[in-house]
């Protein structure tokens, strides 16, 4: 379908925006407050933050988000975007207060390091941490030791589809499910997509190509944990509610996955949003991811996984 008006409107506000090939790093930093918009934060949740021992026993700060619901809930680790080299609690608050009101489920938002001061695995093995944590203290915010997922968007796709299948590698944290939001899943960039929208819709392939070699540069682009596509044994990760959009170079990887995850007997719940690029917000959005995630979650509760 033609592209969304709001889509239209995002593209037409960032028209002047540098791809960042083309400017320094802490430009496209500090640009992330265009694409952002930080919003209220509603007092529609708890909100507790806690700092705990990162991927290397760094200190770390991880945001919980608690529903005013009756427990126990869901809980999700959730591993932000931003191209790997940028984002903040603090940037994604508003967000993730509504997300978490509006999905019943707690959400353990992870302060991950960026790249390239921390390179692959750095950045993954902080998201493991927060897993393995979050698993030790779901009791403490009213969790479902039953329904602990991962979920990530963008570039935080990554890590978070890696999770389950580190985790099953490692004997850690049994995991019910994830949530992936427009997932940058293969760093290899040979998704069709890539190539039919590399210009034109804001993420370029110039630019997904700049931020992968600023996470995992040379080989360790074709580790399965950087290209979670790659992965050889599907049937050990978990049930998946995947969102991509029509406009984006980078919706081939998540519908790529799926298919591999349906291929190997895991339940997948994905749906593609029409007219909208990878940088979209609006009215679309999160109704869809969260029609999806319900929905799996409810299929989890009859043991229907």
């Known amino acids: 379908m033609p592209l969304h008006p709001e889509a239209q409107a995002f593209l037409d506000k960032m028209a002047g925006v540098p791809d960042p090939t083309d400017a320094n790093l802490e430009q496209f930093r ?7 918009a930080g919003g209220e934060r509603a007092d529609i949740c708890d909100v507790v933050d806690r700092t705990i021992a990162g991927g290397d026993g760094q200190d770390m700060g991880v945001r919980i988000y608690i529903p005013r619901e009756d427990g126990p809930l869901p809980v999700i680790v959730w591993v932000h975007g931003g ?3 940028r984002g903040t609690l603090d940037m994604f608050d508003a967000g993730r207060r509504e997300f978490a009101q ?10 991950q390091r960026l790249s390239p001061e921390a390179q692959f695995p750095a950045p993954l093995e902080d998201a493991y941490a ?12 009213g969790g479902d030791p039953e329904l602990l997922g991962v979920g990530g968007e963008s570039s935080g796709g990554s890590p978070a589809a890696a999770l389950p299948f580190l985790a099953h590698a490692r004997g850690g944290p049994k995991l019910a499910f994830q949530v992936l939001a427009n997932p940058l899943l293969d760093a290899t960039l040979s998704s069709p997509s890539v190539e039919e929208l590399a210009t034109g819709y804001f993420l370029t392939r ?3 190509d700049w931020c992968y070699e600023k996470y995992a540069p040379g080989e360790k682009r074709r580790s399965p944990l950087v290209s979670p596509v790659l992965q050889e044994d599907f049937s050990v990760s978990v049930p998946a509610a995947i969102i991509t959009t029509e406009y984006d170079p980078v919706r081939d990887d998540g519908e790529r996955f799926g298919e ?5 007997g895991v339940p997948v719940y994905l749906e593609r949003v029409l007219g909208h690029v990878h940088h979209f917000g609006g009215a679309d959005r999160t109704p ?9 979650l409810a299929d989890l509760r009859a043991g229907k996984n």
């Open 206 to 208: 110039a630019q997904l």
């Open 288 to 296: 869809t991811l969260l029609r999806l995630l319900n929905a799996m």
């Open 260 to 264: 591999s995850l349906r291929r190997a």
């Open 30 to 36: 500090g640009g992330a407050a265009t694409l952002i």
């Open 83 to 85: 191209s790997f080299v």
């Open 130 to 141: 927060a897993l393995v944590w979050t698993a030790a203290h779901m009791d403490e915010f």
């Open 102 to 111: 509006q999905s019943k489920c707690v959400i353990v938002a992870v302060d």
